[in-house]
Every structure is written in structure tokens, then in C-alpha cells.
């Protein structure tokens, strides 16, 4: 049973956005902190946001402060990731994840390419 599935990504070009989803099964959704990773080609898995319970307030590395904005919807248990000003160093593929249960996605890949 798949308890995450990410959608949303695909190609675009420098500058542009997107916005990932995450559909969460399975668990008390609402009582969990969430976050996103990513990992790059050749690349080691990177924490890109995270977001806790019950107040919903949001983290992010230095590296990625600006451009990416985490939010969820408890109501539809989902996780979004808006990923805005993209470049061509944020191609990845980019993973939900529960640190509770240490569960993953399956990842959406996002390509930056003019």
C-alpha cells in the first residue's frame, strides 16, 4: 500500500514553477510533521522544507529559503511543495516524506531545461 504518491512534476523552463503534491493514505495524516525532499543527479537526498503539527510552521535549509514554499491541507491529507523561480540546479527527482514512520513516495521528477 502505497501510504505516500507524489505528483506534479515535469518539464519546465528556467524561471517558470511548479507545484507538487503529495496524497498521504493510511495515517493520521493531520498529526504528523511532513517534509519534501529532493535528490539531484549524482546526488545524495536533500531536505528541501518541512512542515510540523499542530500549527503548521515551516523550516527550510538556508539554501533553499525564497523560492519554495511548503503548505498542507489536512482536510484532503495532502502536502504541497510550490517551487517558483526555478533553475536548472533544482532538476530532481522530489520525494514526500513522514519522518514518523519513515515513510516515502515514489517521487516526481522535475526537469529544468530551456
Known amino acids: 500500500q502505497d501510504q505516500l504518491k507524489e505528483s506534479g512534476g515535469g518539464l519546465v523552463q528556467p524561471g517558470g514553477s511548479l507545484r507538487l503534491t503529495c496524497a498521504a493514505s493510511?495515517?493520521?495524516?493531520?498529526?504528523?510533521?511532513m517534509t519534501w525532499y529532493r535528490q539531484r543527479p549524482g546526488k545524495g537526498r536533500e531536505l528541501v522544507a518541512q512542515?510540523?503539527?499542530?500549527?503548521?510552521?515551516?523550516k527550510y535549509p538556508d539554501s533553499m529559503k525564497g523560492r519554495f514554499t511548503i503548505s498542507r491541507d489536512d482536510s484532503k491529507n495532502e502536502l504541497y511543495l510550490q517551487l517558483d523561480n526555478l533553475n536548472i540546479e533544482d532538476t530532481a527527482v522530489y520525494y514526500c516524506?513522514?519522518?514518523?514512520?519513515?515513510?516515502w513516495g515514489q517521487g516526481t521528477r522535475v526537469t529544468v531545461s530551456a
Open positions: 512542515i510540523n503539527t499542530p500549527f503548521g510552521d515551516v
Open positions: 493510511g495515517f493520521d495524516f493531520r498529526q504528523y510533521s
Open positions: 516524506h513522514c519522518p514518523s514512520f519513515d515513510y
